[in-house]
T-cell receptor, first 112, second 109 residues
């Protein structure tokens, strides 16, 4: 089944404890991105990747890192999480930029 | 940049009713998408419809790019149709989707 997967789906952590949210797609898509969704603020892009080894900042990159070493994987890294990073996170992919975008199931993160 | 307006912001219907959701945009577009976010938070791509009409089961969408609007039709609503429907008519210069604020739909049994 063609899909975007994310893990974990739910995570409660404490301030400063490094974490990684994995994202993988099995559709051979070139473009991948990370969003966070907060009440009243909508979906905001954190980072995106046009292709392997090519990543760039979105609107809200502070406090996050990404890497794109393989086409299928695009992990999101929070080196030192803070409570203001509590949010719902989505990974998405599309065949190329500006084409149909497919979203992962989301990761609910709570930072205490 | 492009402005996106979705209407109505909220809609409450009884199961079985039909509905029309609208997305207006301020500039020409070439890759409009409709998404459904269900009450559990999952975002599902419904249509990629830069122009014309598409149908998928009880859902259909029409985009009239020259008049800068798109419509999403839901027929014979079911409770599982509840959630927020987003229109994303374009990508900005930083390769990010531009999103509307959404229409929150509640289908009552």
């Amino acid at each position: 089944e063609a899909q975007v997967t994310q893990n974990p789906r739910y995570l409660i952590t404490v301030t400063g404890k490094k974490l990684t949210v994995t994202c993988s797609q099995n559709m051979n898509h070139e473009y991948m991105s990370w969003y966070r969704q907060d009440p009243g603020l909508g979906l905001r892009q954190i980072y995106y990747s046009m292709n392997v080894e090519v990543t760039d900042k979105g609107d809200v990159p502070e406090g996050y890192k990404v890497s794109r070493k393989e086409k299928r994987n695009f992990p999101l890294i929070l080196e030192s999480p803070s409570p203001n990073q509590t949010s719902l996170y989505f990974c998405a992919s599309s065949p190329q930029v500006e084409e149909t975008q497919y979203f992962g199931p989301g990761t609910r993160l709570l930072v205490l | 940049g492009i402005q996106v307006e979705q209407s109505p912001p909220d809609l409450i219907l009884q199961e079985g009713a039909n509905s029309t959701l609208r997305c207006n945009f301020s500039d020409s577009v070439n890759n409009l998408q409709w998404f459904h976010q269900n009450p559990w938070g999952q975002l599902i791509n419904l249509f990629y419809i830069p122009s014309g009409t598409k149908q998928n089961g009880r859902l259909s969408a029409t985009t009239v790019a020259t008049e800068r609007y798109s419509l999403l039709y839901i027929s014979s609503s079911q409770t599982t149709d509840s959630g927020v429907y987003f229109c994303a008519p374009a990508w900005d210069s930083n390769y990010q989707l531009i999103w509307g604020a959404g229409t929150k739909l509640i289908i009552k049994p």
